[in-house]
């Protein structure tokens, strides 16, 4: 029966094509319908090995499907929310400062970023304040120098949480959440310092932009 073998090579088509996608919701679309007609085919031609391949490839490409669906539903709504520093908090370490100390000085390497828990601290240079539940030091980790721009100093006892390099360049590669909100993140602080500093090429490290 011809159908029957065009029905075998519709499916192994479908599975060829899978190779050559790049994005993944249509490569699982093809990937069911590969799925589909090669059960088809299998249950046909009583080929039992490939009906039970394609029997227990389908469910997990059609959760597969809908993880990436449910992701992209999240991307797309994340984009319009606002940026919650404090989603960071499960993935730092906490640190502190005594009042006085330097948090970094400029010039130094930028290894981390950290999250005010308590205390207040200081730009030097811009005498700008900064207070519980800010950022400091996320742009300069991912400047091509990664290096400090200000000098950022601890005006009274303060505990901080940092995450590392190595772990914000992890998580940035591996969770697309994480590396959306950072994206974010550094557009708004270097729109904020453009306002603040009235031009659009400063880039500072202000409360709204510490690197």
């Not at 519709?10 to 249509?26: C, D, E, G, N």
């Not at 490839?57 to 669906?69: E, S, W």
């Not at 207040?120 to 991912?142: K, T, W």
């Not at 697309?176 to 270097?190: A, D, H, N, Q, W």
Request: charged residues 20%; glycine residues 6%; aromatic residues 10%.
């Amino acid at each position: 029966m011809y159908w029957i073998e065009g029905l075998g090579y519709a499916a192994s088509l479908a599975v060829f094509i899978t190779f050559w996608m790049k994005t993944l919701i249509p490569l699982r679309v093809v990937a069911i319908l590969g799925n589909i007609l090669f059960l088809s085919y299998g249950l046909t031609v009583e080929l039992w090995n490939i009906t039970a391949l394609h029997a227990a490839l389908l469910p997990l490409n059609l959760l597969r499907l809908f993880q990436a669906l449910a992701l992209r539903k999240r991307l797309r709504e994340m984009a319009h929310a606002q940026f919650d520093p404090g989603a960071l908090i499960p993935f730092m370490t906490q640190v502190d400062y005594k009042g006085g100390s330097y948090l970094f000085e400029r010039g130094d390497q930028a290894l981390d970023i950290y999250y005010l828990l308590e205390g207040r601290v200081r730009v030097e240079a811009l005498d700008l304040a900064i207070y519980p539940g800010q950022l400091i030091g996320e742009i300069a980790m991912f400047t091509p120098e990664k290096s400090r721009t200000q000098t950022v100093v601890c005006e009274t006892n303060c505990k901080l949480l940092k995450l590392s390099e190595d772990k914000t360049l992890q998580l940035y590669a591996e969770n697309p959440e994480f590396g959306l909100y950072i994206t974010k993140m550094m557009v708004s602080r270097l729109l904020d310092n453009s306002k603040s500093e009235g031009g659009p090429a400063a880039v500072t490290e202000a409360p709204v932009s510490i690197a």
